[in-house]
């Protein structure tokens, strides 16, 4: 990644530092009164609206909005804005319904495997919770990889040194303290969040105004609105499909769910949520619009920050060095209680040992952060780690969820149907540099398939590891 140098390392990483223990002091400080098992997975189910909104939002938007969004918009056009922000978005509003039907068929559940366990047996909790271990994995690497590399490309730090801070800070504080420590520190930066995407979206359309706007992006690169160009609704589809499936996935998702004080706080936070994160999202991507609109050959991963630094403000690059350090924080402490969570509860179910396994998910977890160390530390691409993950879900999504309202689906089927699907999905998913796939390509050359497959993989890969899996359904 090229570097804009604004901040000196040392003003960096002290700034870094500064943010970090402040949030682990917070956390373990708040956390000590709210001590228990009950307290650690669910917040003792006693989360009002204000503060399971906030946790909702911040955690469901990492730093990862600064790059993948504007990144998506420079090639996928308008459609990938608008798939993007309602892929993020629209998992909070399914949850509405589906979050209060769990509560109410499994009122003592913690865990969406939990439940998985109770409606279709052992062999295919075995596979969704390793799904859901592997997805919050590599987002939990993709989230620390993109914070470093952000602060890499303003100050020149190398990328190690954030991860590592990060990684321990977040650790400390939420081993200690659990979804309490999680939640309580999302409201803090969810507040920050929200203040410093003011100033900075302000600050931008300053400093573009009449550019930053849907003319400009017509005049200059008017294929990315067209209802002509196929990436339009190819990426659309397939940011929509591909975010909103995974995030049902999101433990820490459920977490929340069970942790709402009654149906009505759950009800009106995943609302909000929803409604908050749209424009936020949808916003960031626009800028990827602007930014290859103004410069033809900017880097997809850097347009959103291309714009905001143009005139290399050290003011704003302070900004965006809070926001994003919040952002990360906010969705790591998630992703870790996450995991926890899922060893701690449903463990057991996959070993049954006489052992402790509050202790046995914070060995894991240390495991799986010296694991995000070491890949952060390499800079791997950010979305093609999202998109990876973001294929084993969708292979399982519809045949989870509606297996919930069709009795009809049992075990073997449902896991021979996530199976097939997650299979044909793959061989056609697309290498990092999107130009083959295993099927289009390596086994077999591109010229014996049309032009729409070589050049739609990634829509075709999703769209058959989403879809695919309705014909093995049992009907009757």
């Given at each position: 990644?090229?570097?804009?140098?604004i901040?000196?390392?040392?003003s960096?990483?002290?700034?870094?530092?500064f943010?970090?223990?402040i949030?682990l002091?917070?956390g373990?400080?708040?956390?000590?009164?709210?001590?228990?098992l009950?307290?650690?997975?669910?917040?003792?189910r006693?989360?009002g609206?204000?503060s399971?909104?906030a946790?909702?939002?911040a955690s469901s938007?990492?730093?990862?909005?600064?790059?993948?969004?504007a990144?998506?918009?420079?090639?996928?056009?308008?459609?990938?804005?608008?798939?993007y922000?309602?892929g993020?978005?629209?998992?909070l509003f399914?949850?509405?319904?589906?979050?209060q039907?769990?509560?109410?068929?499994y009122?003592?559940?913690?865990?969406?495997i939990?439940?998985?366990?109770?409606?279709f047996?052992?062999?295919?909790f075995?596979?969704?919770?390793?799904?859901s271990i592997?997805?919050?994995?590599?987002?939990l690497?993709?989230?620390?990889?993109?914070?470093?590399?952000?602060?890499?490309?303003?100050s020149g730090?190398?990328?190690?040194i954030?991860?590592?801070i990060?990684i321990?800070?977040s650790?400390?504080?939420?081993?200690?303290?659990?979804?309490?420590?999680?939640?309580?520190?999302?409201?803090?930066?969810?507040?920050?969040f929200l203040?410093?995407?003011?100033i900075?979206?302000?600050?931008t359309?300053?400093?573009y105004?009449?550019?930053?706007?849907f003319?400009f992006?017509?005049?200059?690169k008017?294929?990315?609105l067209s209802l002509?160009?196929?990436p339009?609704f190819?990426?659309?589809?397939?940011?929509?499909?591909?975010?909103?499936?995974t995030?049902?996935?999101?433990?820490?998702n459920?977490?929340?769910?069970?942790?709402?004080?009654?149906?009505?706080?759950?009800?009106?936070?995943?609302?909000?949520?929803f409604?908050?994160?749209?424009?936020?999202?949808f916003?960031i991507?626009?800028?990827?619009?602007?930014a290859?609109?103004d410069?033809n050959?900017?880097?997809?991963?850097?347009a959103f920050?291309?714009?905001i630094?143009?005139?290399?403000?050290i003011?704003?690059?302070?900004?965006?060095v809070i926001?994003a350090i919040?952002l990360?924080?906010?969705?790591?402490?998630?992703?870790?209680?996450?995991v926890s969570?899922?060893i701690?509860?449903?463990?057991?179910?996959?070993?049954?040992?006489?052992?402790?396994?509050?202790?046995?998910s914070k060995?894991?977890?240390?495991?799986?952060?010296c694991?995000?160390?070491l890949v952060a530390?390499?800079?791997?691409?950010?979305?093609?780690?999202?998109?990876?993950?973001?294929?084993f879900?969708?292979s399982?999504?519809?045949?989870?969820?509606y297996?919930?309202y069709?009795?009809k689906?049992?075990?073997?089927?449902?896991?021979?149907?996530?199976?097939?699907?997650?299979?044909?999905?793959?061989?056609?998913?697309?290498?990092p540099?999107?130009?083959?796939?295993?099927?289009?390509?390596?086994?077999?050359p591109?010229?014996?398939f049309?032009?729409?497959?070589s050049?739609s993989?990634?829509f075709?890969?999703?769209f058959?590891?989403t879809?695919?899996?309705l014909l093995?359904?049992k009907?009757?």
């Open positions: 990644m090229d570097k804009t140098i901040l000196s390392q040392p960096a990483i002290l700034l870094i530092l943010l970090s223990i949030f002091v917070v373990v400080f708040y956390s000590k009164k709210y001590k228990g009950n307290n650690y997975l669910v917040a003792n006693s989360i609206v204000f399971l909104t946790s909702l939002v938007l990492g730093a990862w909005i600064l790059f993948g969004p990144s998506a918009a420079t090639w996928g056009g308008i459609g990938a804005v608008i798939g922000a309602l993020t978005a629209f998992p399914i949850l509405i319904f589906l979050g039907k769990f509560r109410k068929n009122p003592n559940a913690k865990t969406l939990e439940v998985t366990r109770y409606r047996g052992n062999k295919l075995k596979l969704i919770l390793f799904l592997f997805y919050m994995t590599i987002f690497i993709a989230e620390v990889t993109a914070v470093s590399l952000f602060i890499n490309y303003i730090v190398e990328l190690w954030t991860a590592l990060v321990a800070s650790l400390t504080y939420t081993l200690y303290g659990g979804l309490r420590a999680s939640i309580f520190t999302d409201n803090i930066q969810f507040i920050l203040l410093l995407l003011i900075g979206f302000g600050y359309i300053s400093i105004g009449n550019n930053f706007t003319e992006v017509r005049e200059n008017p294929i990315l002509d160009y196929l339009n190819t990426a659309g589809l397939t940011f929509f499909i591909a975010v909103a499936a995030n049902l996935f999101h433990q820490g459920w977490q929340r769910i069970y942790a709402a004080k009654d149906n009505k706080v759950l009800r009106k936070s995943l609302f909000l949520s409604l908050i994160i749209i424009p936020v999202v916003i991507g626009f800028s990827g619009l602007v290859v609109s410069n050959k900017v880097i997809p991963d850097l920050l291309s714009l630094l143009k005139d290399q403000s003011t704003i690059s302070v900004v965006l926001l919040s990360t924080i906010s969705s790591i402490d998630t992703l870790i209680n996450a969570s899922l701690i509860v449903d463990g057991r179910k996959l070993i049954n040992l006489n052992l402790d396994y509050l202790k046995i060995f894991i977890i240390l495991f799986i952060s694991l995000t160390l530390s390499k800079g791997i691409s950010i979305l093609y780690l999202f998109l990876l993950a973001d294929l879900c969708c399982a999504v519809l045949t989870i969820f297996g919930f069709n009795k689906i049992n075990e073997k089927n449902a896991y021979l149907s996530i199976t097939l699907g997650l299979f044909f999905g793959l061989i056609l998913f697309p290498s540099d999107f130009s083959k796939s295993i099927l289009i390509g390596i086994l077999f591109i010229d014996y049309p032009a729409f497959m050049q993989l990634l075709l890969s999703f058959i590891a879809f695919f899996p093995t359904w009907t009757k």
